[in-house]
Structure formats: structure tokens, C-alpha cells
């Protein structure tokens, strides 16, 4: 166990943590950030066309900036190293990693999520290669393309609805016999002219040689070739809030904060994805993290430790 004590650690090293980390070393805090890996969802991103400043980027083109940034700093990252708890001991919190247990007056929980999986034949093959898990960052690069969303709530209703004007064809595939999702979402799916549902259908396996080039579905043992050269995967996210069952969640397990990234224990802060804020862009999960570091200043400020 170390024995010093940090101003801050920041966990996850995704945009929400690297942003937090620039604001961190400007204000010349004593931090450390952990994470398992580097840029999270935005490093396997698609083609970002939304992000202020770049009128076209990779994620992994993206991450790299900030990468870049954050080593000009001269920040230190260890990593990989996953959280395996964190608990605050009076005025200080101790983060337990498998490696180590680190101490701090302040944390900030950026882990953001991770997308729920198909697990089906061509998944990982063709993720970034036609398969992405994001209509509003990806839909778009899709112009004049037939495409498919799995999905039945209103995630998956969302990305019909961008779709519909981009795309000439759309399959929304859902397993349910019927959508879960707003009924003024469902109407308007329902009455767009390129727009086909199929209810009661499993998606089994995603073909193609470079890019996807269809996808394969089942409904009641009959199977279905979609041919399609997009799919959107909108079956919900997984927040990385496992170890932070000291922090409140919401029935999604997401970590609940106030607008200053506060969570219901003091000098325990959350931004970006993993949390409850509504909306999971990398521009929103970049501003929070630079709310929530703004936030740890101000704690460590105000307080006597």
C-alpha cells in the first residue's frame, strides 16, 4: 500500500477522466489517474463528425489528441489497472486496485460505460467496419446506405428516426413482439415510408468481406438475409459502476450526481458516461469532466484536511 496522499485520483482514462486530468494539472493538483485502458469508447469509435473543431476525425485519430495533450502535462497513468473497490476512511479515500491501494482527499469516478453486446458471429470482426454501437456519432457516414437497428426501446426508436432521413432503407430488428419505447417515437417510425420492423426476430450473425454486407436474422425458426451496409447495435449500455457500490445509483446503475458532479459521499465525484447525466456524447462527457475537476478544486479549497 502506498502511504502517500493524493489532492485527486482520477479513475478512467476516457475523455470525461483525460479532460478532468488537463483541468487537474492546470490548477497544479497532486494526481494520479488509473484506468484499464486509454480514450475508452471514443478509441473504438467511428468517424466523428460532431466534436467542435474537427469537422472530421477518427475516434482513434481523437483519443490520440488527447493522449497527446495530457502527456504535455507530464501526467502520470497507470494503467492497466482495474478498481477494485473505493471507500472513504474519514477525510480520506482509499482506491483498491488489483495491484495497489492509493489514497486521496478527492476522487473522480470516469469509467463511463460499455456497450451491451450481441454476441453473435461477426461482432468483433466488423466493429468499426459497418458495426457501431452509435447512431448520433456514426449515422451520418451512412448517407444513401441501407442499414439495420436491433433494438425495441427508445434508444434503438432514436436512431430509426435519424436514420430515416439519411438512410434509403431501414430495418429496425427487435426480438420483442412489440416496441418498448414512447409511443410518439413508435408512430413515427411506424408511418416512415422506408421504414421496415421486424417483431419477434433474433439477429444471428453479421456478414461481409471488408465492411458488413448483410445481416442474418431468426423469427420463429425462419430465417432472414437483411442486405444492408450499416448496423446500429441500440440494446442498451453497461455503466463501469461495479466497484463503486458505495456511491448511489439509478435503477441503470448509473452513478447519480448533482450539477456540480457531486455523488451522495463527499469528496467523491463522477462525470462522463458512467454517470446519470443525460445524453452520452464525448463533447458532453468532455465537459463534465471539466465540471467535476473545477468541483474538486473548490472542495479541496473549502475544506481542512
Known amino acids: 500500500m502506498s502511504s502517500k496522499i493524493y489532492d485527486l485520483i482520477i479513475i478512467g482514462a476516457g475523455p470525461a477522466g483525460m479532460t478532468a486530468a488537463v483541468y487537474a494539472a492546470r490548477k497544479k493538483m497532486d ?36 493522449q497527446e495533450h495530457i502527456k504535455s502535462f507530464g501526467i502520470e497513468v497507470l494503467m492497466p489497472e482495474h478498481i477494485s473497490s473505493i471507500v472513504k476512511q474519514g477525510d480520506i479515500i482509499k482506491v483498491l486496485t488489483e495491484k495497489q491501494k492509493y489514497s486521496s482527499r478527492s476522487i473522480i469516478v470516469a469509467t463511463g460505460k460499455r456497450p451491451r453486446q450481441l454476441n453473435i458471429a461477426g461482432e468483433v470482426e466488423f466493429k468499426n467496419k459497418g458495426l ?36 434509403p ?37 453479421i456478414n461481409g468481406d471488408v465492411f458488413v454486407k448483410s445481416l442474418e436474422a431468426s423469427s420463429k425458426g425462419k430465417k432472414s438475409v437483411l442486405k444492408v451496409e450499416g448496423i446500429f447495435v441500440e440494446i442498451g449500455l453497461i455503466p463501469n459502476s ?57 472542495y479541496l479549497s473549502r475544506n481542512k484536511f
Open 242 to 298: 461495479e466497484f463503486a457500490g458505495v456511491l448511489a445509483q439509478n435503477q441503470k446503475k448509473e452513478i447519480i450526481v448533482d450539477s456540480h458532479n457531486r455523488t451522495n459521499v463527499p469528496g467523491i465525484f463522477a462525470a462522463g458516461d458512467v454517470t446519470n447525466t443525460p445524453e452520452k456524447q464525448i463533447i458532453i462527457a468532455c465537459g463534465e469532466g471539466s465540471k467535476a475537476c473545477l468541483s474538486v478544486f473548490h
Open 169 to 205: 432503407k431501414v430495418y429496425l430488428v427487435t426480438r420483442d413482439i412489440q416496441l418498448e419505447a414512447d409511443q410518439v417515437m413508435i408512430e413515427k417510425a411506424q408511418a416512415a415510408a422506408n421504414v421496415q420492423i421486424l417483431y419477434d426476430s433474433e439477429p444471428t450473425k
Open 31 to 66: 494526481f494520479i489517474m488509473i484506468s484499464g485502458d486509454m480514450g475508452g469508447q471514443a478509441a473504438w469509435s467511428g468517424d466523428i463528425e460532431n466534436y467542435t473543431g474537427y469537422q472530421f476525425i477518427s475516434g482513434p485519430e481523437l483519443t490520440l489528441k488527447f
Open 132 to 167: 457501431t454501437y452509435c447512431a448520433t456519432c456514426d449515422g451520418p457516414l451512412f448517407k444513401d446506405k441501407d442499414v439495420a437497428v436491433i433494438g425495441g426501446g427508445n434508444s434503438a426508436l432514436d436512431a430509426v428516426l435519424q436514420l430515416i432521413k439519411i438512410s
